[in-house]
């Protein structure tokens, strides 16, 4: 879903279509969008495919503009410095954003991202360098990574 400056609103997986309507109304109200079927909006599909085909720094050019409260907003944009196949526990990245006791808030801002992929919420692992949690499925979030040349065992400093 993309606004009509181009910028990158949400996305998820087609079977989890139901969650991406839940979230856009919890960020922006029942009547706060609408939405309207438009192929490829400004580009923003072909990018998307371009990662996927392989060319991975093509998502960290595509604008976002998210709602969400102003720690969620803080958490997603430190999820887009981590680098591509780089992962990092939700405790260093709390330590990232100067607040190292919100760890949960931390978890809980990353699961409601409404822009996966793109705002790598699949990059944060468990601090014992598990797979922990992905709104996409556990599976699909090991691939992201694989996708993305993680060797399955480095945490980012």
């Known amino acids: ?3 009509h400056n181009g910028n990158l609103r949400a996305t998820d997986w087609r079977e989890y279509e139901d969650r991406m309507h839940r979230l856009l ?3 922006y109200g029942e009547n706060g969008f609408r939405l309207e079927p438009i192929r490829n909006p400004n580009g923003l599909s072909d990018t998307i495919r371009r990662y996927f085909a392989g060319e991975l720094q093509s998502i960290d050019v595509i604008p976002v503009q998210t709602a969400g409260t102003p720690f969620q907003r803080e958490v997603w944009r430190a999820l887009r410095k981590i680098m591509c196949g780089t992962t990092i526990s939700y405790a260093k990245l709390a330590e990232q954003i100067g ?7 931390v978890g809980l801002a990353n699961g409601s991202n409404p822009i996966g992929v793109v705002v790598p919420c699949h ?4 601090t014992n360098g ?7 499925g556990i599976e699909r979030k090991r691939w ?7 060797a399955g065992s480095c945490l980012a400093a």
């Open 1 to 3: 879903m993309a606004d």
């Open 25 to 27: 109304q919890i960020h």
């Open 99 to 105: 607040r190292p006791a919100a760890v949960r808030a």
């Open 123 to 126: 990059r944060v692992i468990g």
């Open 130 to 136: 598990s797979l922990t949690g992905y709104g996409g």
């Open 144 to 150: 992201l990574l694989e996708h993305e040349g993680w």
